[in-house]
């Protein structure tokens, strides 16, 4: 619903010459899109580490279902594992937004999944 709110809002604005990015289509030096920007940017670094948890806490699943080890289960619980893990998960996603050249290449891989 909010897509389509956003989508519509924009279309009303601009017309036509409305770009695929909203944001892009206001000017750069506008007080509210800066703020709009700014919350945008929290918004991101607050939903970072929550996704982080939920993510290693899925591949810890998937590990111990395909290994089906009871004792992989006590090594997971371990702070260094999680730890390497966690790791390993930034720098991959720090990877992705430094080589990704647009957002359309990450959902089309997040989205064939």
Wanted: glycine content about 10%.
């Amino acid at each position: 619903v909010s897509y389509l709110i956003v989508g519509c809002t924009g279309m009303a604005m601009f017309g036509t010459s409305v770009k695929p990015d909203i944001i892009q289509s206001f000017p750069a030096n506008s007080i509210p899109m800066t703020i709009g920007r700014v919350a945008i940017s929290m918004a991101v670094c607050m939903t970072y580490p929550i996704v982080t948890f939920i993510g290693r806490g899925a591949l810890d699943g998937l590990v111990a279902e395909i290994t089906r080890s009871t004792r992989f289960s006590t090594i997971s619980e371990t702070e260094p594992f999680r730890l390497i893990v966690t790791g390993l998960w930034f720098l991959v996603t720090v990877a992705v937004a430094t080589f990704a050249s647009g957002i359309k290449q990450v959902v089309g891989v997040v989205g064939s999944f």
